[in-house]
């Protein structure tokens, strides 16, 4: 797919040494189940895998739901081709840590916070304005810690888009 396509279809993946570091602030622990929304090519699952996360890649388009399953075959890798909207979360606590397209956001959001949700943590790779506003809790319930991690510069994507993004950071608060 040509670069004009890529931006027209809004499809911008985070190069490999930004996923890396996503991967590595979100501290995924060995067997942990975690969600990857909008896997793209792998560039953050890769990682994930080498976290030892049990990963569960959500990718919409055939051709590359197809390219995953073959890139990551023998791993501890579920490659799953749906929209993330109809997505059936697991009944497990779960993470996630993704760079979804960017016009999913808000229900992306709404289906991962839902009230039965066993959503852990998320790490998201979102549009600054999207994360500034959820993390400043307009958008959020009490039941969640919601905060805005490390930004994540245009050059981080290939081929950059055209607006700023950062990690939305989600936690569940710890009960105690």
């Known amino acids: 797919m040509?670069?004009?396509a890529r931006r027209a279809w809004g499809w911008h993946p985070l190069v490999?040494?930004?996923a890396?570091?996503?991967?590595a602030d979100s501290a995924v622990r060995p067997g942990?189940?975690?969600?990857?929304?909008?896997?793209?090519?792998?560039?953050?699952?890769?990682?994930l895998v080498d976290a030892g996360a049990q990963?569960?890649?959500?990718?919409?388009?055939?051709?590359?739901?197809?390219?995953?399953?073959?890139?990551?075959?023998?791993?501890?890798?579920?490659?799953?081709?749906?929209d993330a909207l109809s997505l059936r979360l697991p009944r497990r606590?779960?993470?996630?840590?993704?760079?979804?397209?960017?016009?999913?956001?808000?229900?992306?959001?709404?289906?991962l916070l839902a009230p039965r949700s066993r959503l852990v943590a998320a790490d998201l790779v979102l549009q600054r304005a999207v994360v500034r506003r959820y993390a400043?809790?307009?958008s959020t319930s009490a039941r969640?810690?919601?905060?805005?991690?490390?930004?994540?510069?245009?050059?981080?994507?290939?081929?950059?888009?055209r607006v700023d993004s950062a990690v939305l950071l989600v936690r569940r608060p710890s009960r105690g």
Do not use: C, K
């Open 144 to 161: 969640w810690d919601v905060r805005m991690g490390r930004p994540v510069p245009r050059r981080a994507f290939r081929p950059p888009p």
């Open 32 to 47: 942990q189940l975690v969600l990857d929304i909008g896997a793209g090519r792998g560039a953050l699952t890769r990682h």
């Open 55 to 82: 990963v569960i890649a959500v990718e919409p388009h055939p051709g590359r739901a197809l390219w995953l399953r073959e890139r990551f075959a023998g791993a501890n890798v579920t490659v799953v081709q749906a």
């Open 16 to 18: 490999d040494e930004w």
């Open 2 to 4: 040509s670069a004009s």
């Open 93 to 111: 606590p779960f993470r996630v840590v993704a760079s979804p397209p960017y016009g999913i956001s808000s229900g992306l959001l709404r289906l």
């Open 20 to 23: 890396a570091r996503v991967v």
């Open 136 to 138: 400043e809790g307009r």
